[in-house]
């Protein structure tokens, strides 16, 4: 190290004590003026905007300039300590390639973040900004080297090359500040797709594991599948089509995973057997689609209560029923009421607590109860629902009486079969609790009936019941001629089976003689001989005189070859 090194070292802390002495007093008395106004004991928590305003303060005493040359200056040598400090690394023992990438890397990320704020405030000018790159690039080449005064008189040479240094700098930053932003583009893409790739590889959710957005955007997918918007209203088959889309990248959007998307229009059928609607008449309607009953009640009691589109004052109406698909069970499943919020989701709250009993033959049976205004004849709330026997009414009908808030006046009951329209099975006008009684005797009634039916069926199935076992009794009795000719069939099919084997085996050995005996044949005649062969076929086509195509010389020159074959 060079003989001035404490002198120069010394200068540089005494001007940087002092910018720094003189922006801490700037701030204390600015700090010392606010408590006093505030009368506050201790330094108080100051907002926002009086950060601000110390800063703004700090800036007009002291100076923006000389306040940003003293903070450069200090990470400068910050810099330059990091660079020493990775220099003596390198010498001690097991520092490794990878310990010299790790520093490299480390020390290139210090040097970007001194320059990119030193370019992205352009508090200083541009020679002092190259000033500034010119130092870092001074300690990066000699860090053994004592740092020296960063900002110091130049002539014009020296602030051509400042400008010039600045110019490279911000180059630098850009490129450097562009390939950061394509490597977090590329990790979030890479992380993106890991997301969705576990998020395929899950299992599709239940509908009750979906946040709001997320039934929100099932819902729409369910609507735009049966071709109608969320109000219920039917889609022309183009705007349909278009909506099927849409929808499905709207869920996908939304936080569904693909596998989800194709289970939900896979099972589209039975994810819409019941639609649940409700709104304001004449204003708001939503209408959604559900599995099962239950869910269509419980859900949508749940999002009658958490609509803010519902006011505490309007009259509300609401439907759950059945998708038509052509059963008689169906039938059995529609629910309405009409009347205040409250009264209206208590309505449907009570309609998942009922425990409505299956019959083989539904005897549909429609009910419909209102609130009367008194005086007026006004009907303030009504229920309709459609139930699968007039003992199931007239639970319903009780149900719905005894429910009813005590400062109801008068109320009407009304149980029609759907086959008598004209001939209501029950209908009064009255106090609640007194059609509640009265009900609760029609419900005794309703019920012996069922049951004399139900007596009836059985006294049928009996009869069929021993039909059936007078069948069965007689086919037992049949049961053993029927084997014994079994077991003779089995017998004459084993012997057929027999004779074919011993037949295919005397077919094989008959025809493995014949192939020996042509074999022996065609070895025991002479090549010229043979049926086919290329001696016989010249001999054919040789040229014969006269006296060897006569019958008599033939017949000699044959018998004195079968003489010399002897």
Known sequence: MSDNYPAVEDEIVRDTSRALGQIMAAARSWIHNHRGRRGAEGV??????????????????????????????????DYHAEVLAAGLRRQQPGFSQQDAENDTARLAGIRYSIESTLHEQQSLPIERRGQVALALSEAD????????????????????????????????VAGRREHNARLVAEQRQQAAKRAEARREQRPPRAYDELNDRQRNAVQRLRSAHLGVNRSGQTLDPEIAEQARQTTQEAAYAAGLSRREIGHEIDYMAEHTSYTATYGVPGGVQVRNHYPVREDAIEQTAREMGRDQRLSQDATVFVAVESRPTGLAADDVQRRSAMGPRDEAIN???????????????????????????PGTGKVLASEIATVGSEAAAMDYAHASVDNAASSTARMRVEVTDPREPGTPRYENYGLPKTLAADLA????????????????????????????????????????????????LTRQLATMIAERDQALADRDRFRGERDEAVH????????????????????????????????VNAFAAATERDGIER
């Open 44 to 77: 108080p928590k100051l907002s926002r905007r009086e950060r601000r305003d110390l800063a703004e303060s700090i800036r007009v005493q002291v100076g923006e300039q000389k306040i940003a040359a003293t903070w450069f200056t200090k990470r400068v040598h």
């Open 520 to 551: 022996k044949l065609a070895e025991r005649t002479p090549a010229e001989k043979r049926f086919g062969s290329p001696e016989r076929q010249a001999d054919a086509a040789a040229p014969v005189n006269a006296f060897s195509t006569t019958p």
């Open 347 to 373: 309505t449907v709250a009570r309609w998942s607590r009922e425990h409505e009993v299956e019959y083989a033959i539904a005897e549909p049976h429609e009910v419909a109860v209102a609130r009367i205004e």
């Open 141 to 172: 080449r000699n860090p053994a080297q004592p740092p020296a005064a960063v900002f110091t008189p130049m002539n014009a040479e020296q602030a051509r090359t400042a400008r010039a240094v600045a110019v490279q700098s911000e180059t630098w």
């Open 441 to 488: 005797d029609h419900r005794v009634g309703a019920r012996e009936r069922l049951l004399g039916e139900a007596e009836l069926d059985q006294m049928d199935l009996a009869r069929e019941h021993a039909s059936l076992r007078q069948r069965h009794s007689l086919s037992i009795e049949h049961n053993g001629e029927l084997t014994d000719r079994n077991a003779d």
